[in-house]
Structures are given as C-alpha cells and as structure tokens.
C-alpha cells in the first residue's frame, strides 16, 4: 500500500465485504444500527492503519471531527462488550494485515528470500555455539570455586 488514500479505500472495501453493506451505504448519512456499526469499524481501522488526522478520516466519511472521536469512544465501548463487534473488528483488520503481508512477500525474489534464511541458519549456528561455549565456561567455573 503507497499511501493512506490507497489504504482507506482498501479498508473501506474490506469492511463492505465483511458487513455486507454497500461502500456508498457506509459512508451515508444513516443512523441504523449495522450502517453505524459499519463506519466505526471503517473509522478506527484508519486510525489504526494510517496517518490521517481525524480531521482528514471526518471528511472521508462525510462527517465532523466530533463525529470521529465520538467514533474512537464508541468503538473503545463496544470492544468491552459487544463480543460480535470486536469480531468484526478483528476480521476486518486480519483481513488488512493478511493483504500487506501478502503483497510485500510476493515483491520479493525467491532467491532473495533464500539468501535471507540461509544468513539466518548461519546466526542461529553461531549464536548456539556462543551458547554453547558460555554455557561451558560457567560449567568450568563452578566446578573450580565449587
């Protein structure tokens, strides 16, 4: 992801796909449980995910500033109780996380990739003879002031 416009579509696509509801329909002007639900999700994942000001995330969803941290208190209640919503929560932001992931490993060559484990097989090796050495020593140094 290049920048917080390019996240907060991709967050808002995400939270339409898990919510059934329509993108459009998120970010509209309606007080109904599951549309109200929806934008706080969408809201506390750009908080969480970007760099937006709060002022920047209200005119995303159309809204005031108030509206958004009025949005952060919401999502801070309902993670307490409201066990369906911290689900949705958690799935929306896995689903974010698992799309990162993913793309910034497929940009990279498998060879890279091979080189990367091999240098760490090395570290592990050096630190576990390190260890190993350390672990001697100590073992040397009781058994002479013991």
């Known amino acids: ?10 967050l808002l696509k995400i939270v339409s796909l898990k919510t059934g509801i329509e993108r459009d329909d998120i970010l509209e002007a309606n007080r109904k449980r599951k549309f ?5 999700v969408y809201v506390n994942l750009m908080h969480l995910f970007t760099d937006l000001s709060e002022m920047d995330i209200s005119k995303k969803i159309q809204k005031d ?7 952060y208190k919401v999502h801070d209640d309902l993670t307490s ?14 689903k974010y996380v ?3 992931c993913t793309a910034k490993y497929m940009l990279i060559e498998p060879a890279i990739l091979m080189e990367r484990i091999r240098k760490a097989e ?9 260890l190993t050495m350390r672990l001697s020593i100590q073992s040397n140094d009781e058994l002479v002031t013991g």
């Open 1 to 10: 992801m290049e920048n917080d416009d390019e996240v907060s579509e991709v």
């Open 98 to 100: 698992a799309m990162v």
């Open 36 to 40: 109200v639900l929806a934008r706080c």
């Open 65 to 71: 500033r108030a509206t958004v941290y009025h949005m």
């Open 122 to 130: 090395l570290e592990i090796k050096e630190l576990k003879e390190l």
């Open 81 to 94: 109780v409201d066990k369906n919503y911290v689900k949705l929560f958690r799935e929306c932001s896995d």
